[in-house]
């Protein structure tokens, strides 16, 4: 079964620039969830999407959005980028019932210039 | 907050067991995670365990649980160069977005 799959795996933007990620979560799966990692401040949670919903929101300013589509994919947003969002953008999926295991993605990198 | 605490680097010879150590803070977490990333790769899950498990074993992964002290290990059997690469410690109280330690990089040396 196919796993968890990101697009793109790769980019780069400018400051001031709006980017999109995509997630494709495991086939059944209806959570998906978004983490940040950075060298310096390493894995943040950014949200936490169920069913089309918002269910968990980490601590990071406006600019970082997300939706879930019917099919359960995923899209975040971040908008006026910064040279600080350079990043690897994870996303993870699961059941979304408590407890259930949670696979990652291989990530988008993105770099901000 | 919840914290989750990794020492950074461990390195090992080939072949000998190699065991990281991790120690959490929240005591309702339920769910405790192990993932592994290699360069230039997201993050792989290896193994987890309920807090109302001791112990767990998956071919050469054995995970200790003493939720007295908030502790936590993965000890790798056979340490192989392949198993080179950054190992995250995560909790969960289940209903809540995993909380990650810093990472502990393994060297295997040949």
């Known amino acids: 079964k196919a796993g968890v799959t990101q697009t793109p795996r790769y980019l780069i933007k400018t400051r001031g620039q709006q980017v999109t990620l995509s997630c494709s979560p495991i086939?059944?799966?209806?959570?998906v969830s978004w983490y940040q990692q950075t060298p310096g401040q390493g894995l943040q949670f950014l949200f936490e999407?169920?069913?089309?919903?918002?269910?968990n929101k980490g601590n990071f300013p406006g600019r970082f959005s997300g939706r879930q589509f019917s099919n359960s994919r995923s899209e975040m947003n971040v908008s006026t980028l910064e040279l600080g969002d350079s990043a690897l953008y994870l996303c993870?999926?699961?059941?979304?019932?408590?407890?259930?295991?949670?696979?990652f993605g291989e990530g988008s990198w993105l770099t901000v210039v | 907050g919840e914290d989750v605490e990794q020492s950074l680097f461990l390195s090992v010879r080939e072949g000998d067991s190699s065991v990281i150590n991790c120690t959490y803070t929240d005591s309702s977490s339920t769910y405790l995670y192990w993932y592994k990333q290699e360069p230039g790769a997201g993050l792989q899950l290896l193994t987890y365990i309920f807090s109302n498990m001791d112990m767990k074993q998956d071919q050469r992964l054995t995970v200790l649980l003493n939720k007295k002290d908030k502790h936590l290990s993965l000890r790798i059997a056979d340490t192989q160069t392949g198993d080179s690469a950054i190992y995250f410690c995560a909790e969960s109280s289940g209903n809540t977005p995993l909380v990650f330690g810093k990472g502990t990089r393994l060297s295997v040396i040949a």
């Open positions: 086939s059944g799966h209806r959570s």
């Open positions: 999407y169920f069913s089309e919903t918002q269910r």
């Open positions: 993870a999926s699961s059941l979304g019932d408590r407890g259930n295991t949670i696979y």
